[in-house]
Every structure is written in structure tokens, then in C-alpha cells.
């Protein structure tokens, strides 16, 4: 069954722009905090960002400053803006509860990050 549906990756040049969308089935996104993940090739997934049920956010240090993650709970979505993109932002962006817990990855959304 489809839990979480990524969206709006794509390619961008660097210092660009994207916002990624995350729709989570409702009971997932009704009682959990949310967050963002990515993996980059050859390396394991990461934590990018978090939100709380209450709307309060947290970020890695990496993404601090340029990234902005938000949540709709009326539509079950979790968004992510993210600005002054680097390559070093390339990756398969994931969204997933916060903190993970069992192995459930939705298919992502690749953002690339050229120089």
C-alpha cells in the first residue's frame, strides 16, 4: 500500500530553488512528527530535517539557514523549501516519520544539483 508520495525534485542549478511535497496516509501523518530524509549515491540515508505535530522545526546542520520544512495537517502533507541549493544538496529526498521507526521508505524524489 502507498503511505508517502514524494514529489517536486528535479534539476536545478546551483543557488536555485525547489520545494519538495510529501502526501502521508492519515494515519501516519495524524500522530506522528514528520520528517525529511536523503540519500546521495554511494552514501547512507541522512536526516535533513524535522516537524512536530505542533508546527516546532528542526534542521541538520548541513541545511540550516536554507532549508524550510513545513506540514498542512488538513491535507496529511509535509513540505520542504529549499533555497541556495549546493551540489552537495543532491540526493533522493525522502519523507518519512520523525523519529524512523520500521523499514517503510516511500520511492522518493531525485533532486540534482548542478555546479
Known amino acids: 500500500q502507498v503511505q508517502l508520495v514524494e514529489s517536486g525534485g528535479g534539476l536545478v542549478t546551483a543557488g536555485g530553488s525547489l520545494r519538495l511535497s510529501c502526501v502521508a496516509a492519515r494515519n501516519i501523518f495524524s500522530i506522528n512528527n514528520m520528517g525529511w530524509y536523503r540519500q546521495a549515491p554511494g552514501k547512507q540515508r541522512e536526516w535533513v530535517a524535522a516537524i512536530t505535530k505542533g508546527g516546532s522545526a528542526i534542521y541538520a546542520d548541513s541545511v540550516k539557514g536554507r532549508f524550510t520544512i513545513s506540514r498542512d495537517n488538513a491535507k496529511n502533507t509535509v513540505n520542504l523549501q529549499m533555497n541556495s541549493l549546493k551540489s552537495e544538496d543532491t540526493a533522493v529526498y525522502y519523507c518519512?516519520?520523525?523519529?524512523?521507526?520500521?523499514?517503510?521508505w516511500g520511492q522518493g524524489t531525485q533532486v540534482t544539483v548542478s555546479s
Open positions: 518519512n516519520v520523525w523519529p524512523v521507526r520500521g523499514n517503510y
